[in-house]
């Protein structure tokens, strides 16, 4: 491997596999696992070679630090710290495609090759939802996604990543056009994936958006009423719309009933645990075997181990890690939300920044994960880490004038 790397420089390879990650992300685990270990690979053997590092982010990787020091303490005093220190060593390198973004991106035409990727990968995802719902009969489009929640998750990233691509004056207007497109399969997609908890994460993720950026509230007036007309149409034609949409208020229908006893359930768990928790990944050990409510009506099975999680980000983070668990998910978002406003007031001569999409898709994620526990997926985040690096790395890309 050593013997390789001077036949290329370590820009050249780790934007590869950037580009490599960027299109399989989004549609195989494995393929993009297969890219962490590669850029793992070059970055150490260049290191090696080199007897020193690549220059990364010292105060994003001291933050990245921070948090996993305090995952580790957690892990140590775990119910089962061997499931737990594996599960902090998987959230390691959950972080990878960040760092290689933000680093090993250097040059429009790099910029240019990752956003196209993932637009080409987007496409995808969004045609095989909509084959999933209407051709094979799903109730509900997944795409490549293990559920359908996670693909609304996703729906989430994509469509503000999407609206970046079409005021994006450096790609060309095929690219820019492919990108209207695809946004628009991915508001169908977003209502075929039935997913309530990504509907509501949506419309306040426009409200915020108006509220940044009140120059543009044409444009968010246009994409609510495009919204509005997917949704009628689809609602008239489908009746399983039709019943996932009456959910949403009906305090009776078993979903949110369950989720509402297993968010007592955590909060109970966190009062008996307050410092640590449980540790990662115990929570469903703790609610199936101690904690689930009389009242539970989906509960462990011969072949199901029952809730893994609560359905909720923070009161997951605070059942599995008490105080210290909930002051470091707290800690880590509110860093990457600081940093993304703040990216965002820099970049106000752009008509959507990369600050502001980033921004965006933070919000929309942490709005989910209010009802859905999408922080802890792994999928989930490396795209998210993905983009998140990307648009840390557009903003001096495009503040250079060459």
Same mark, same amino acid.
């Given at each position: 491997?050593?013997?390789?790397?001077?036949?290329?420089?370590?820009?050249? !390879?780790? $934007?590869?596999?950037? @580009?490599?990650?960027?299109?399989?992300?989004?549609?195989?685990?494995?393929?993009?696992?297969?890219?962490?270990?590669?850029? !793992?690979?070059?970055?150490? /053997?260049?290191?090696?070679?080199?007897?020193?590092?690549?220059?990364?982010?010292?105060?994003?990787?001291?933050?990245?630090?921070? $948090?996993?020091? @305090?995952?580790?303490?957690?892990?140590?005093?775990?119910?089962?710290?061997?499931?737990?220190? *594996?599960?902090?060593?998987?959230?390691?390198? *959950?972080?990878?495609?960040?760092?290689? !973004?933000?680093?090993?991106?250097?040059?429009?035409?790099?910029?240019? /090759?990752?956003?196209? !990727?993932?637009?080409?990968?987007?496409?995808?995802?969004? @045609?095989?939802?909509?084959?999933? $719902?209407?051709?094979?009969?799903?109730?509900?489009?997944?795409?490549?996604?293990?559920?359908?929640?996670?693909? /609304?998750?996703?729906?989430?990233?994509?469509?503000?990543?999407?609206?970046?691509?079409?005021?994006?004056?450096?790609?060309?207007?095929?690219? *820019? /056009?492919?990108?209207?497109?695809?946004?628009?399969?991915?508001?169908?997609?977003?209502?075929?994936?039935?997913?309530?908890?990504?509907?509501?994460?949506?419309?306040?993720?426009?409200?915020?958006?108006?509220?940044?950026?009140?120059?543009?509230?044409?444009?968010?007036?246009?994409?609510?009423?495009?919204?509005?007309?997917i949704f009628l149409i689809a609602a008239f034609a489908s009746p399983n719309l039709q019943e996932r949409l009456s959910t949403l208020v009906d305090t009776k229908f078993q979903s949110n009933t369950e989720r509402i006893l297993m968010w007592k359930s955590a909060a109970e768990i966190f009062a008996d645990y307050p410092l640590c928790g449980v540790g990662q990944k115990m929570f469903v050990k703790a609610y199936n075997e101690q904690y689930i409510s009389p009242e539970a009506k989906e509960r462990p099975t011969k072949d199901e181990p029952g809730h893994t999680q609560p359905h909720n980000n923070l009161l997951n983070a605070a059942s599995e890690g008490g105080l210290v668990g909930l002051a470091a998910f707290i800690g880590l978002y509110a860093y990457f939300f600081w940093k993304f406003f703040a990216q965002f007031k820099r970049e106000k001569n752009f008509a959507f920044g990369a600050g502001l999409t980033a921004f965006l898709i933070l919000a929309g994620l942490q709005l989910e994960g209010l009802t859905d526990t999408n922080m802890i997926q792994v999928p989930i985040m490396r795209e998210f880490w993905l983009s998140a690096g990307t648009f840390i790395a557009a903003e001096n890309i495009l503040n250079r004038k060459l």
């Open positions: 491997m050593l013997k390789f790397l001077p036949k290329i420089s370590l820009d050249s !390879a780790m $934007y590869q596999v950037v @580009l490599f990650m960027a299109f399989f992300v989004p549609l195989s685990t494995a393929a993009a696992s297969l890219a962490v270990v590669l850029g !793992a690979i070059f970055i150490i /053997g260049w290191s090696l070679k080199n007897k020193t590092f690549p220059q990364f982010d010292l105060n994003i990787l001291a933050v990245l630090a921070i $948090y996993l020091v @305090l995952q580790i303490f957690i892990a140590a005093s775990s119910w089962n710290p061997a499931t737990s220190f *594996r599960e902090v060593f998987g959230e390691f390198h *959950r972080f990878f495609p960040l760092i290689f !973004a933000m680093t090993f991106i250097k040059r429009r035409e790099q910029l240019c /090759g990752v956003l196209v !990727a993932s637009l080409l990968a987007f496409l995808i995802n969004d @045609l095989a939802g909509i084959w999933q $719902y209407f051709i094979a009969d799903e109730p509900r489009a997944f795409g490549f996604s293990h559920t359908p929640t996670f693909y /609304g998750s996703f729906m989430l990233i994509q469509f503000p990543i999407l609206i970046f691509m079409t005021q994006l004056e450096i790609l060309s207007p095929l690219w *820019r /056009g492919i990108a209207i497109f695809t946004a628009i399969l991915t508001l169908i997609c977003l209502v075929l994936s039935m997913t309530r908890g990504a509907w509501l994460a949506f419309i306040i993720v426009m409200m915020i958006f108006v509220a940044l950026e009140k120059n543009y509230r044409r444009i968010a007036k246009k994409i609510c009423a495009g919204l509005a007309i």
